[in-house]
């Protein structure tokens, strides 16, 4: 198989490795109910605009027209949380791990001492033992810690 084949058939498997990974957080009568809640935020929201944009609110067109972007600013960017949390998905528990080497970055050391967090690394590096592990708390507990380490760990 060449390698043009080979990369179109794992970046299809990696597709749906990661549509079965994942599940909805809003299902079933969940949904129903966060659309209905949208369906009402929309109506209050448009009854808003409505009542806004009589002319007994209009004292002078620069004022108004800043307090308009003001609360169009402030009424409309909840949209964006509501409309993200439509297509919110959940890691299923009963996913398997996808095949291959599974890069995860860690921004920030623990920030206790090296000798009470290497316990908990140890922990889990044995949990999972069919897992190969590389990253920090292999490397961080096969060597002695530097003189960097142990000033920040003091």
């Given at each position: 198989m060449s390698d043009a084949l080979q990369v179109g058939h794992s970046a299809r498997t990696a597709k749906a490795a990661a549509a079965e990974a994942f599940d909805p957080v809003f299902a079933g009568w969940n949904r129903v109910a966060y659309g209905f809640g949208i369906l009402c935020w929309l109506t209050a929201l448009g009854y808003f605009?409505?009542?806004?944009?009589?002319?007994?609110?209009?004292?002078?067109?620069?004022?108004?027209?800043?307090?308009?972007?003001?609360?169009?600013?402030?009424?409309?960017?909840?949209?964006?949380?509501?409309?993200?949390f439509l297509d919110a998905r959940t890691v299923n528990p009963a996913a398997r791990l996808p095949e291959g080497r599974v890069a995860m970055v860690v921004t920030k050391a623990p920030s206790e001492p090296l000798p009470s967090s290497a316990p908990r690394c140890r922990r889990c590096l044995t949990r999972s033992a069919s897992i190969s592990m590389s990253g920090w708390?292999?490397?961080?507990?096969?060597?002695k810690p530097g003189a960097g380490v142990r000033r920040t760990a003091c």
């Open positions: 605009w409505i009542w806004w944009c009589q002319s007994a609110h209009i004292i002078s067109w620069a004022a108004f027209v800043l307090i308009t972007l003001v609360l169009a600013w402030i009424t409309l960017v909840p949209a964006y949380f509501i409309l993200i708390p292999t490397r961080t507990l096969r060597r």
